[in-house]
């Protein structure tokens, strides 16, 4: 049926060859003439007009010119749909001038005269009549095959993966979908039997090459996942080989998202998020929402990445007071304005301040009181950071203090500091930073724990890899970059980094912070960590484009600081298990409290007066595994 269809298309485009419509013209002009003959002999039995010579006379006559007429007055060329009176005009020219000729030779020819008015005037109006109905039917079928065209080009033909029964549910779910039609189903594997479901044929494919061919016999436009899991498990195999294709990649909507088992919308594309290199880390919420139902709770950085989201999961627990603290003008508005439509009856407080405000952060502290802290504030990017260690030391390691200390000061139960992988091993600035915060924070929690500082505070530390989709993170990035038409900038070809979704991220800091019993440092199972090449080739390819072909790739070089490979656990740490198989706690090296905080009393001080080597020596002796990589700090390395 689709051959059937491109090959009408070529005529439609044409609005119908022009000398198909000329030899329908011709024939139909010599039908009206032969009838026009038999009419008027069945009419008038005496007229004797069914003769050979007759015949061949009236219809020689009229085949000759009715050729001359159409061709010279381009009758031919009239259509129906941009018909005006003139062209009209034309078939009664054709036919006029016809009958008027084909009159005359017969007359002279056959010489009979008694009926040849009868058919003349029969021949003309069934001459007109034939061109007219003709050309509606053109127009009917044009429109018909238009229809059937746009139809085709409106309806995305999509292959499903799979022949499970999520797989083949989607049959019933798409059967009324005007944009979607499912072509057939496409197994990875061999099979010796054709197996055909809900009649659509499964293709059983093992190489790129069969796979190509199952596309092209369908004509198909795109593959449709089940499940997110079934993409996952395909990302090194069917979803290779489609995006090598060019084909899209679909996600069926989830059960609860229909309306009597139908599609109500668009099936959605996959996205890089989609294809991690694990599954989803699933977390159950019960718990979590038990245990801040009722409280007041701060998130510091709550206008970032992960402070932003974290906002919007507390938000639906039932929590008395949400305080977004945040030194972020726009941002905060922009969530603000976020929470006001979608949560009308949270009472949540947006307070604009720094974390390295002491008095600021007081006041916040003082007049609402929160239970439970989230310290999601910090500087972040890595280059930014070598080239302005100072202001990271202040946000970073004095904020975080500064936190902890009012934590401590209003009998705040949990605080929960959301660190980095970069904190392993640091090698470079903001990592040594967020790695010196959570020594001064696991050392405050060691002296409560030892009867040496007073307070009820418990101190909870989270380190994750980089989150997929946070602000300056490389998607956006890459984004980007393909949006212009490249390059996209790899740091290095080998370079690989952990990845969690930012949902994934919070959600595991809100169950960090339920199950903590107070001073750990959680790590989470990130699973295999992704190469960055890869990303961004993946992220090529679902853009529509090929890398190093439409898209190039260009390796810019490791920048100052940057490390091939994270950690999550230093050489020196060992974890324990807890009760959620992806979270693990950390035994990290204890230090003690009043060392701790002489030392970062004493990076304050640097970092304010702008003393940048001595504060970056300082550093370095505070946390020896800090081993400066690409960067001018090499030089303090011992």
């Given at each position: 049926?689709?051959?059937?269809?491109?090959?009408?298309?070529?005529?439609?485009?044409?609005?119908?060859?022009?000398?198909?419509?000329?030899?329908?013209?011709?024939?139909?002009?010599?039908?009206?003439?032969?009838?026009?003959?038999?009419?008027?002999?069945?009419?008038?039995?005496?007229?004797?007009?069914?003769?050979?010579?007759?015949?061949?006379?009236?219809?020689?006559?009229?085949?000759?010119?009715?050729?001359?007429?159409?061709?010279?007055?381009?009758?031919?060329?009239?259509?129906?749909?941009?018909?005006?009176?003139?062209?009209?005009?034309?078939?009664?020219?054709?036919?006029?001038?016809?009958?008027?000729?084909?009159?005359?030779?017969?007359?002279?020819?056959?010489?009979?005269?008694?009926?040849?008015?009868?058919?003349?005037?029969?021949?003309?109006?069934?001459?007109?009549?034939?061109?007219?109905?003709?050309?509606?039917?053109?127009?009917?079928?044009?429109?018909?095959?238009?229809?059937?065209?746009?139809?085709?080009?409106?309806?995305?033909?999509?292959?499903?993966?799979?022949?499970?029964?999520?797989?083949?549910?989607?049959?019933?779910?798409?059967?009324?979908?005007?944009?979607?039609?499912?072509?057939?189903?496409?197994?990875?594997?061999?099979?010796?039997?054709?197996?055909?479901?809900?009649?659509?044929?499964?293709?059983?494919?093992?190489?790129?090459?069969?796979?190509?061919?199952?596309?092209?016999?369908?004509?198909?436009?795109?593959?449709?996942?089940?499940?997110?899991?079934?993409?996952?498990?395909?990302?090194?195999?069917?979803?290779?080989?489609?995006?090598?294709?060019?084909?899209?990649?679909?996600?069926?909507?989830?059960?609860?998202?229909?309306?009597?088992?139908?599609?109500?919308?668009?099936?959605?594309?996959?996205?890089?998020?989609?294809?991690?290199?694990?599954?989803?880390?699933?977390?159950?919420?019960?718990?979590?929402?038990?245990?801040?139902?009722?409280?007041?709770?701060?998130?510091?950085?709550?206008?970032?990445?992960?402070?932003?989201?974290?906002?919007?999961?507390?938000?639906?627990?039932?929590?008395?007071?949400?305080?977004?603290?945040?030194?972020?003008?726009?941002?905060?508005?922009?969530?603000?304005?976020?929470?006001?439509?979608?949560?009308?009856?949270?009472?949540?407080?947006?307070?604009?301040?720094?974390?390295?405000?002491?008095?600021?952060?007081?006041?916040?502290?003082?007049?609402?009181?929160?239970?439970?802290?989230?310290?999601?504030?910090?500087?972040?990017?890595?280059?930014?950071?070598?080239?302005?260690?100072?202001?990271?030391?202040?946000?970073?390691?004095?904020?975080?203090?500064?936190?902890?200390?009012?934590?401590?000061?209003?009998?705040?139960?949990?605080?929960?500091?959301?660190?980095?992988?970069?904190?392993?091993?640091?090698?470079?600035?903001?990592?040594?930073?967020?790695?010196?915060?959570?020594?001064?924070?696991?050392?405050?929690?060691?002296?409560?724990?030892?009867?040496?500082?007073?307070?009820?505070?418990?101190?909870?530390?989270?380190?994750?890899?980089?989150?997929?989709?946070?602000?300056?993170?490389?998607?956006?990035?890459?984004?980007?970059?393909?949006?212009?038409?490249?390059?996209?900038?790899?740091?290095?070809?080998?370079?690989?980094?952990?990845?969690?979704?930012?949902?994934?991220?919070?959600?595991?800091?809100?169950?960090?912070?339920?199950?903590?019993?107070?001073?750990?440092?959680?790590?989470?199972?990130?699973?295999?960590?992704?190469?960055?090449?890869?990303?961004?080739?993946?992220?090529?390819?679902?853009?529509?484009?090929?890398?190093?072909?439409?898209?190039?790739?260009?390796?810019?070089?490791?920048?100052?600081?940057?490390?091939?490979?994270?950690?999550?656990?230093?050489?020196?740490?060992?974890t324990l298990p807890t009760d959620h198989s992806r979270i693990r706690i950390a035994k990290v090296r204890e230090y003690?409290?009043?060392?701790?905080?002489?030392?970062?009393?004493?990076?304050?001080?640097?970092?304010?007066?702008?003393?940048?080597?001595?504060?970056?020596?300082?550093?370095?002796?505070?946390?020896?595994?800090?081993?400066?990589?690409?960067?001018?700090?090499?030089?303090?390395?011992?």
């Amino acid at each position: 049926m689709n051959r059937l269809i491109k090959r009408l298309s070529k005529y439609v485009n044409k609005y119908l060859n022009t000398r198909f419509v000329f030899f329908i013209d011709m024939c139909l002009s010599l039908i009206a003439s032969l009838l026009a003959v038999v009419l008027v002999n069945v009419l008038v039995p005496k007229a004797d007009l069914v003769t050979f010579k007759s015949l061949s006379s009236w219809l020689g006559a009229s085949a000759v010119f009715s050729f001359l007429f159409i061709w010279f007055l381009r009758a031919y060329r009239i259509i129906i749909r941009h018909t005006t009176l003139k062209d009209l005009a034309k078939f009664v020219f054709v036919a006029l001038l016809k009958v008027l000729a084909t009159g005359t030779v017969y007359g002279v020819m056959v010489g009979n005269t008694t009926s040849l008015y009868l058919v003349m005037v029969s021949d003309f109006f069934l001459t007109f009549a034939f061109f007219f109905v003709m050309r509606v039917a053109m127009f009917i079928a044009y429109d018909m095959v238009k229809g059937m065209m746009e139809h085709k080009k409106k309806c995305m033909n999509v292959l499903v993966y799979g022949v499970g029964v999520k797989s083949v549910s989607l049959i019933a779910r798409l059967q009324d979908s005007s944009n979607y039609n499912i072509v057939g189903f496409l197994q990875f594997g061999k099979s010796s039997v054709s197996h055909i479901i809900s009649e659509k044929k499964t293709f059983y494919v093992s190489t790129e090459e069969e796979f190509k061919d199952a596309l092209n016999s369908v004509d198909a436009d795109a593959i449709l996942f089940a499940t997110e899991e079934d993409a996952r498990l395909e990302k090194d195999r069917m979803i290779k080989y489609a995006l090598s294709s060019g084909m899209k990649l679909l996600f069926a909507p989830a059960i609860d998202e229909m309306v009597d088992g139908k599609v109500t919308h668009s099936l959605r594309n996959i996205e890089i998020e989609d294809l991690l290199m694990r599954p989803e880390i699933k977390i159950s919420m019960e718990e979590i929402i038990a245990n801040f139902n009722g409280k007041t709770i701060m998130v510091t950085g709550a206008a970032g990445s992960i402070g932003s989201e974290l906002t919007r999961q507390l938000a639906t627990f039932g929590v008395k007071e949400l305080v977004l603290f945040d030194n972020a003008e726009t941002p905060m508005h922009n969530l603000r304005l976020e929470l006001e439509e979608k949560f009308p009856e949270l009472n949540f407080i947006p307070v604009i301040g720094d974390v390295r405000q002491l008095q600021r952060l007081d006041y916040a502290f003082r007049k609402w009181r929160p239970q439970v802290v989230f310290h999601a504030a910090a500087y972040k990017h890595v280059p930014l950071m070598e080239d302005n260690p100072c202001e990271a030391v202040l946000v970073n390691v004095a904020g975080s203090r500064n936190v902890a200390d009012k934590c401590l000061e209003y009998d705040v139960e949990k605080m929960v500091m959301v660190s980095t992988d970069k904190a392993v091993n640091p090698t470079n600035i903001m990592g040594c930073t967020k790695r010196l915060a959570e020594i001064y924070v696991q050392s405050m929690g060691l002296a409560m724990e030892q009867g040496k500082k007073a307070g009820k505070t418990k101190f909870v530390t989270t380190r994750f890899g980089n989150v997929l989709g946070s602000n300056g993170s490389v998607i956006p990035r890459f984004r980007e970059q393909i949006a212009k038409g490249g390059p996209v900038t790899v740091t290095h070809p080998e370079i690989t980094r952990f990845f969690m979704t930012i949902p994934e991220a919070c959600r595991l800091v809100m169950e960090a912070a339920t199950m903590s019993t107070g001073n750990q440092i959680f790590v989470f199972d990130m699973g295999e960590s992704v190469k960055i090449d890869d990303l961004a080739r993946r992220m090529i390819y679902l853009a529509g484009f090929k890398p190093d072909e439409d898209i190039k790739i260009e390796y810019s070089g490791l920048r100052p600081g940057e490390k091939l490979y994270e950690e999550v656990l230093s050489n020196n740490e060992n974890t324990l298990p807890t009760d959620h198989s992806r979270i693990r706690i950390a035994k990290v090296r204890e230090y003690d409290y009043a060392e701790a905080l002489a030392g970062v009393d004493e990076l304050e001080r640097l970092s304010r007066e702008v003393e940048i080597n001595d504060m970056v020596k300082l550093m370095k002796d505070i946390v020896p595994e800090f081993i400066s990589k690409n960067s001018k700090f090499e030089k303090f390395d011992k």
